[in-house]
């Protein structure tokens, strides 16, 4: 049983519809809004009575070299990937932490380990996604003896709308060049370890930043 949430309401409708009315709600919602993840979270535990697991995947990708990037296009992507998030973590908190139990899995990137500069110099993204990992750290230090653990995932490099779906050859041999699996990953990839946090498989890890990028973050 899941609750989607984000902007665009028909492409939540649709994925809702495909698990079925039973197993999932779709609610269009907008993480930079504080009282709309307040109700997110009530809206979950009033539909199925408790909440097991928080994943938290709303990003962007925005800005440029440090010398040229806006304060504005700085602190929009900050707002989205690093405060939305952890509004989502306390929301979350808020329900888990009086039950003794339950999982958030945020998603970081290999941004927050290593400079992409070299063919993406983005400040601000770099800065949120470093910032996701060492809240993530101390989330889960602050919550794991009172049952609520806190991990995450660091992708590499995947098909998806904010990599351009990986279309662009000369991305794609650029990111093969410096992957020692020597290709981008497939969706499917991320899976496992999804599963693993967010199940008791991963009872004794806390507050970890799992890489998922075939090496990437290894040279």
Same mark, same amino acid.
């Not at 806190?150 to 998806?160: D, E, K, L, R, T």
């Given at each position: 049983?899941?609750?989607?949430? &984000?902007? /665009? @309401?028909?492409?939540?409708?649709? $994925?809702? !519809?495909?698990? +079925? =009315?039973?197993?999932?709600? %779709?609610?269009? *919602? ?57 509004? &989502?973590? /306390? @929301?979350?908190?808020?329900?888990? $932490?009086? !039950?003794?139990? +339950? =999982?958030?899995?945020?998603? %970081?990137?290999? *941004? ?108």
């Amino acid at each position: 049983m899941v609750v989607l949430a &984000g902007r /665009r @309401e028909d492409r939540l409708k649709a $994925l809702a !519809a495909e698990l +079925g =009315s039973e197993n999932a709600e %779709a609610v269009s *919602a907008d993480v930079t809004d504080e009282s709309a993840m307040v109700a997110l979270v009530d809206r979950a535990v009033t539909r199925f009575g408790r909440l097991d697991v928080m994943l938290n995947n709303a990003g962007v990708i925005d800005g440029g070299p440090g010398e040229t990037e806006s304060l504005l296009d700085f602190e929009r992507v900050m707002r989205v990937n690093l405060t939305a998030l952890f509004t &989502g973590c /306390r @929301e979350a908190a808020r329900v888990m $932490l009086p !039950a003794g139990k +339950g =999982s958030i899995v945020n998603i %970081a990137s290999v *941004a927050g380990f290593t400079s992409i500069s070299e063919r993406y110099p983005l400040a601000g993204y770099v800065s949120s996604k470093s910032g996701v990992v060492g809240l993530t750290r101390e989330l889960g230090a602050q919550w794991a003896a009172r049952g609520v653990r806190v991990n995450a995932i660091a992708p590499g490099w995947f098909p998806s709308e904010m990599t351009g779906d990986l279309r662009d050859e000369a991305q794609v041999r650029w990111v093969e060049g410096r992957t020692p699996i020597g290709r981008v990953g497939r969706l499917e990839e991320l899976d496992g370890v999804l599963v693993f946090l967010a199940s008791d498989a991963s009872s004794f890890v806390i507050g970890q930043t799992i890489a998922v990028d075939g090496g990437w973050t290894v040279w």
